[in-house]
């Protein structure tokens, strides 16, 4: 890897599909980042394995081993300096983070959500989508803060809710987007195209529109 890349680290606690399509990104030389290491809550995880494959280290700190967050979350935080990590990343990591963990990386902690915040926010996405009855769902990759899902929104990929689509059908299409989205974000976040502000978003003068906001192939003109 080259020098001058952004080092991030990844959090999950699943099957890492988003991990993955940032391994995938980070292969690649012009990409401005590269994951440094991917750390799990949940020993059993696969995206462990995805990390592992990509010659990437990859650590266990599993929550049910403290009695206190606060000791958890330091025990994160020792992985994550230790590992030189600038960036922190969120892939499908199913805890939320307190305020002080996030006061030591301001404005460098991301997060993807299969969902166009602020709707939807949570658990169940799709279904949540589905049960409302919209027309367009999508994904959102955000700066987190100590809320749920609530953080400045960086970029959005929209996708037609389908009048067959149950859950499973209606996040897979979503979940196309997301391994598109999440890379460019990151791509545009840790350049200084975007930042955080506050409770809202600065978009650098050269970075359009048109780059943060993203139609699916689906989606009607």
Not at 11 to 40: I, K, T, W, Y
Request: net charge neutral; proline share 6%; aromatic share 4%.
């Amino acid at each position: 890897m080259s020098q001058g890349r952004a080092r991030l680290g990844v959090l999950v606690s699943g099957s890492g599909s988003n991990l993955q399509a940032l391994l995938d990104a980070c292969a690649r030389e012009d990409f401005p980042a590269e994951v440094a290491c991917v750390v799990s809550n949940v020993p059993s995880a696969f995206a462990l394995e995805r990390a592992r494959k990509a010659g990437v280290r990859a650590e266990v700190v599993d929550h049910k081993a403290f009695g206190a967050k606060a000791d958890f979350e330091g025990a994160l935080r020792e992985v994550l300096r230790d590992a030189r990590v600038e960036w922190v990343c969120l892939a499908g990591f199913m805890r939320l983070l307190s305020a002080d963990f996030l006061a030591h990386f301001p404005g460098r902690v991301l997060n993807i959500h299969p969902s166009l915040l602020p709707s939807f926010p949570g658990l169940h996405a799709p279904k949540q989508a589905l049960e409302r009855g919209v027309k367009v769902a999508g994904c959102t990759v955000h700066y987190v803060d100590a809320g749920t899902d609530s953080g400045p929104i960086i970029a959005q990929a929209a996708v037609p809710v389908l009048p067959d689509d149950d859950e499973k059908a209606l996040a897979a299409r979503i979940l196309v987007e997301e391994h598109q989205l999440y890379p460019l974000a990151v791509r545009l976040a840790v350049t200084g195209k975007v930042s955080q502000d506050g409770a809202r978003t600065r978009v650098d003068a050269q970075a359009t529109t048109g780059t943060l906001a993203l139609r699916s192939p689906g989606m009607p003109r």
